[in-house]
């Protein structure tokens, strides 16, 4: 198909991916509609209205070997510097074991919808394998998992749309649960008690801009968050081809799962960045940046996810796709909430380790800081970042069970 931009036009190419990214990030954090549509979908949406139109290609060097090939990889390290294991442990309190059996359940769910809608929907074991992630981690996981398992772009993209039209969907139900009769008189709730014993009504920012706020951040800091991504990168990457080779494949489901799993630099490089991340927390502690690099770098893969996608693709498959995901998103709420009151878990906890299982440490910061559950925000910010890092294993384990 000619396109108005040539796919061999690197630099027109970049110029648009780099601006609309801007744009999505600036539209987020500035106006209500985009924030409560969220930057990714702001992101997709322009490159999927860009590609149908015929004005950029849906395949390129720029989208393939630079924003798959090297922003992804580089992303993911920046995103998980603070992921000190030690300090999750720590602070996180019984919280982060519901948060586990969340995850648990999030994972039984991907099987279940797997089981059910296997044979109507190409590419679902792939799938599985990145909703897995991403809802247990956030978009890092989704970002690596879609690359590790090579899903096609369209299904991406389908996945993303229903993804994102589900969490509108769950955030209210989310937000809604408090007030509803059966939840509050089943579950204990300090932290509602707190906030109606002082007659406060606490509202937050606009969620990403409260979340992206401004900090220091030195040329210093740039570069050693370069430096540490690149290397990690580098190092994995190698590691990941040694077990490849040393490992055949098609030797049974044992022998590939092990090469699946210890053959996967995503992999490598999740559990690399956690060692350094909690053996250097202290120095890692000064340094700034590398959540805002890494998130824009993010905001380029979702531009790029939204290229490939045919319009057609999505209306046929984004349904399912949809159902799919409520399956694995209903079977999580179920386990945090039934779990959370077997071993009599606060209301609170029980919607904190889901949002921050579903939804990510910002989306649950967020919702704590909207809610005045103050106590709460520190805890289930590092039980989210404990996502990121859980959330490849959980989802690599998936898709090789699922034979992605």
Same mark, same amino acid.
């Given at each position: 198909?000619?396109?108005?931009?040539?796919?061999?036009?690197?630099?027109?190419?970049?110029?648009?991916?780099?601006?609309?990214?801007?744009?999505?990030?600036?539209?987020?954090?500035?106006?209500?509609?985009?924030?409560?549509?969220?930057?990714?979908?702001?992101?997709?949406?322009?490159?999927?209205?860009?590609?149908?139109?015929?004005?950029?290609?849906?395949?390129?060097?720029?989208?393939?070997?630079?924003?798959?090939?090297?922003?992804?990889?580089? @992303?993911?390290?920046?995103?998980?510097?603070?992921?000190?294991?030690?300090?999750?442990?720590?602070?996180?309190?019984?919280?982060?074991?519901?948060?586990?059996?969340?995850?648990?359940?999030?994972?039984?769910?991907?099987?279940?919808?797997?089981?059910?809608?296997?044979?109507?929907?190409?590419?679902?074991?792939?799938?599985?394998? &990145?909703?897995?992630?991403?809802?247990?981690?956030?978009?890092?996981?989704?970002? @690596?998992?879609?690359?590790?398992? +090579?899903?096609?772009?369209?299904?991406?993209?389908?996945?993303?749309?229903?993804?994102?039209?589900? &969490?509108?969907?769950?955030?209210?139900?989310?937000?809604?649960?408090?007030?509803?009769?059966?939840?509050?008189?089943?579950?204990?709730?300090?932290?509602?008690?707190?906030?109606?014993?002082?007659?406060?009504?606490?509202?937050?920012?606009?969620?990403?801009?409260?979340?992206?706020?401004?900090?220091?951040?030195?040329?210093?800091?740039?570069?050693?968050?370069?430096?540490?991504?690149?290397?990690?990168?580098?190092?994995?990457?190698?590691?990941?081809?040694?077990?490849?080779?040393?490992?055949?494949?098609?030797?049974?489901?044992?022998?590939?799962?092990?090469?699946?799993?210890?053959?996967?630099?995503?992999?490598?490089?999740?559990?690399?960045?956690?060692?350094?991340?909690?053996?250097?927390?202290?120095?890692? +502690?000064?340094?700034?940046?590398?959540?805002?690099?890494?998130?824009?770098?993010?905001?380029?893969?979702?531009?790029?996810?939204?290229?490939?996608?045919?319009?057609? @693709?999505?209306?046929?498959?984004?349904?399912?796709?949809?159902?799919?995901?409520?399956?694995?998103?209903?079977?999580?709420?179920? #386990?945090? #909430?039934?779990?959370?009151?077997?071993?009599?878990?606060?209301? +609170?906890?029980?919607?904190?380790?889901?949002?921050?299982?579903?939804?990510?440490?910002?989306?649950?910061?967020?919702?704590?800081?909207?809610?005045?559950?103050?106590?709460?925000?520190?805890?289930?910010?590092?039980?989210?970042?404990?996502?990121?890092?859980?959330?490849?294993?959980?989802?690599?384990?998936?898709?090789?069970?699922?034979? @992605?």
């Amino acid at each position: 198909m000619n396109t108005l931009i040539s796919p061999e036009n690197t630099w027109a190419l970049m110029a648009i991916t780099c601006g609309w990214a801007a744009f999505s990030i600036y539209a987020e954090q500035t106006w209500a509609w985009a924030s409560k549509l969220s930057g990714a979908i702001v992101a997709l949406l322009g490159a999927l209205i860009l590609t149908n139109l015929g004005i950029i290609p849906t395949n390129c060097v720029f989208f393939d070997d630079i924003v798959w090939g090297y922003a992804v990889p580089m @992303a993911i390290p920046m995103l998980l510097l603070s992921c000190d294991i030690r300090k999750i442990a720590k602070e996180s309190g019984k919280i982060l074991i519901l948060f586990i059996i969340g995850a648990i359940g999030t994972s039984i769910g991907a099987i279940v919808g797997y089981q059910l809608l296997g044979n109507h929907v190409e590419n679902l074991s792939g799938v599985a394998a &990145m909703m897995t992630g991403s809802y247990i981690g956030g978009t890092v996981n989704f970002a @690596a998992l879609s690359d590790a398992f +090579e899903v096609p772009g369209d299904t991406v993209s389908a996945a993303v749309v229903a993804d994102n039209l589900l &969490m509108t969907i769950y955030f209210f139900v989310l937000i809604m649960i408090p007030s509803v009769k059966f939840f509050y008189s089943k579950f204990k709730h300090p932290h509602i008690d707190e906030i109606n014993a002082k007659g406060i009504d606490e509202q937050a920012k606009t969620q990403a801009a409260a979340y992206w706020s401004k900090k220091p951040i030195s040329l210093n800091d740039i570069a050693i968050n370069i430096a540490i991504s690149v290397i990690i990168v580098w190092v994995s990457s190698e590691i990941a081809n040694l077990v490849s080779n040393a490992i055949a494949p098609d030797q049974g489901f044992a022998t590939n799962l092990v090469r699946g799993l210890f053959g996967n630099k995503y992999l490598i490089l999740t559990t690399i960045t956690m060692i350094i991340a909690t053996v250097f927390s202290k120095p890692l +502690e000064g340094l700034s940046g590398s959540q805002e690099i890494g998130t824009y770098l993010i905001y380029l893969f979702f531009f790029v996810v939204g290229a490939p996608a045919s319009i057609k @693709a999505i209306l046929i498959n984004a349904p399912l796709l949809l159902v799919f995901c409520a399956i694995m998103v209903i079977i999580n709420m179920i #386990f945090c #909430f039934f779990f959370g009151k077997l071993l009599k878990f606060n209301l +609170e906890d029980c919607i904190m380790a889901s949002n921050a299982c579903i939804g990510g440490p910002t989306t649950a910061a967020a919702m704590a800081i909207s809610k005045g559950w103050v106590k709460l925000i520190g805890p289930i910010m590092l039980i989210g970042t404990l996502g990121y890092v859980i959330g490849t294993y959980f989802g690599t384990f998936v898709g090789q069970l699922l034979g @992605a």
